[in-house]
């Protein structure tokens, strides 16, 4: 049985311009000490989908429409506040996209580390300080016993996602959400908290649920990625299948904007056109209108394509005969 076992998310949004299915149906499993993606454009849904997972979703205007959760014996969409808190920050951490804004400049580290302490672990405040100085010896701040006095101001970018990612580990959870950890660091700093992530999931045994727009993480950091676009999964599979065997046009077209996959003086490909409206009706494919098949084969992509299993472990959304045409 896996960790977590998520069927039929549908998360939307309810606006004056309509509502907008920010999520719509994705299902997915995550094994105990398993990385898992979950790759896409901005604003395909993919932190809207974990972030549905903790309660973490404005209502209003959002709002869970169905689907179901199941994480041991619980099922976290149908928690209430009191009863998600004790899962939130103890059995399910979270590192954010942006460590300057989502540690509070008021408060110094140390107090921003030992809460989650005193809250789930019911630690003293010096066992708790304790616990919190380990925790940034662990994840490589120097000098911690005297950095966990400081400010975040005081921290360099990659330091403040070292924090976070202490923050997020400090209870020991089964399952740890990275939203993007590495979006606003620049490649150096990048790798070495991909693989310092690595290396605490690796002693701690957890799991992780792994966001991300950039294909090229995936392969370094997932085990199982999930492609999606538009709110749903287009493309699921283990992660050499991925990048040995795309079937979908948009992960084939992901697949060749990296720039490393370019040849050396060729002009950098781009993916022509922007997502679609989410507020308004999809009738067929939602990558039609800006895919390469369907643009040479008009009679593509006229229906909405469910996922169907191609071959074992291997899920993709079967859009009436394009899987396999080269672009």
Known sequence: MALLEVKDLRTYFHTRDGVVKAVDGVSFDVEAGQTVGIVGESGSGKSV??????????????????????????????????????????????????????????????????????????????????????????????????????????????????????????????ILIADEPTTALDVTIQRQVLELIKQRQEELGTAVIFITHDLAVVSEVCDYVNVMYAGR?????????????????????????????????????????????LAEDIPGCAFAPRCEVAKKSPGHGQTRPELVEIEAGHWVQDCSGCLDVEF
């Open 49 to 174: 989908t974990c972030y549905s997972l903790l309660n973490l979703i404005p209502q209003p205007p959002g709002r869970i429409e169905s689907g179901t959760a199941r994480f041991g014996d619980l099922d976290l969409l149908s928690l209430d506040e009191a009863e998600m808190r004790k899962v939130r920050g103890k059995r399910v951490g979270l590192i954010f996209q942006d460590p300057m804004t989502s540690l509070n400049p008021y408060l110094k580290i140390s107090t921003q580390l030992i809460e989650p302490l005193q809250i789930h672990e019911e630690l003293s405040k010096a066992e708790a300080l304790e616990r919190a100085i380990a925790e940034l010896d662990a994840v490589g701040i120097p000098d911690p016993h005297q950095r966990i006095h400081s400010y975040p101001h005081e921290f360099s970018g990659g330091m403040r996602q070292r924090v976070m990612i202490a923050m997020a580990l400090i209870t020991r959870p089964e």
């Open 233 to 277: 999964f287009v493309e699921r599979s283990n992660v050499r299948t991925i990048f040995s065997a795309p079937k979908h046009p948009y992960t084939r077209a992901l697949q060749k904007s990296i720039p490393a996959m370019q040849a050396k003086g060729e002009r950098l490909y781009t993916i022509p056109g922007l997502p679609p409206n």
